[in-house]
């Protein structure tokens, strides 16, 4: 079984949709997950933290399930713009950070 | 402007050719860390660099060789690249081992044909 594990997509919607990812992982004491935002051909970028209480920044919330282990991400009122990879980001046994291969999302008008 | 920078960004080669890819990065990070991203299998660490001359094996560190003499660089090099090798690979930086999060280059697609 892989450390992070993601449903790669592609997760094809209509602007102003809500969409939801998921991302399971296999290590119990992680304590530590992210989200990144991909762009084709371009470098990951930090997306938002994902804290034990659950978090949003504007049109996105991240939340945590410990028990069930994993994480999701919930992007509101999509905008094109927010066509994109979204990797999953777990801290593994040695504290190295384990990185899901990513769901694709396009949001079309 | 806070920066990881790669080079070069992308670079065609011929199987057992040595080459350099170089990081250097301007965020006075202790850690630095090498991944290659292939289609379906994510991010996958190389080499990761917890300080100067402070260097250690990832996840696929078979045919890849690093080095840290200074602070701001750390350099990938490919001995004796191989077709396998083929790829996109990423420099990051952080503070803290990534739990702050990365500060990625612009990535480099390496070709070795």
């Known amino acids: 079984r892989k450390e992070v594990e993601q449903d790669p997509g592609p997760f094809n919607v209509p602007e102003g949709a809500t969409v939801a990812f998921n991302c399971t992982y296999s290590n119990s004491a992680s304590q530590s997950f992210f989200w990144y935002r991909q762009d084709c051909r371009k470098e990951p970028k930090l997306l938002m933290s994902v804290y034990s209480s659950g978090n949003e920044d504007g049109r996105f919330t991240a939340q945590l399930n410990r028990a069930s282990q994993y994480i999701s991400l919930l992007i509101r009122d999509s905008k094109l713009s927010d066509s994109a990879t979204y990797l999953c980001?777990?801290?593994?046994?040695?504290?190295?950070?384990?990185f899901g291969a990513g769901t694709r999302l396009t949001v079309k008008p | 402007e806070a920066q990881v920078t790669q080079n070069p960004r992308y670079l065609i080669t011929v199987t057992g050719k040595k080459l350099t890819v170089t990081c250097s990065q301007n965020m006075n990070h202790e850690y630095m860390s090498w991944y290659r991203q292939d289609p379906g299998l994510g991010l996958r660490q190389i080499y990761y660099s917890m300080n100067v001359e402070v260097t250690d094996k990832g996840d696929v560190p078979e045919g890849y060789k690093v080095s840290r003499k200074e602070k701001r660089n750390f350099p990938l090099i490919l001995e004796s690249p191989s077709p396998n090798q083929t790829s996109l690979y990423f420099c990051?930086?952080?503070?803290?081992?990534?739990?702050?999060?990365?500060?990625f280059g612009s990535g480099t697609r390496l070709t070795v044909v």
């Open positions: 990051a930086s952080s503070r803290d081992r990534g739990l702050g999060g990365y500060t």
């Open positions: 980001v777990v801290n593994g046994q040695n504290n190295d950070m384990r």
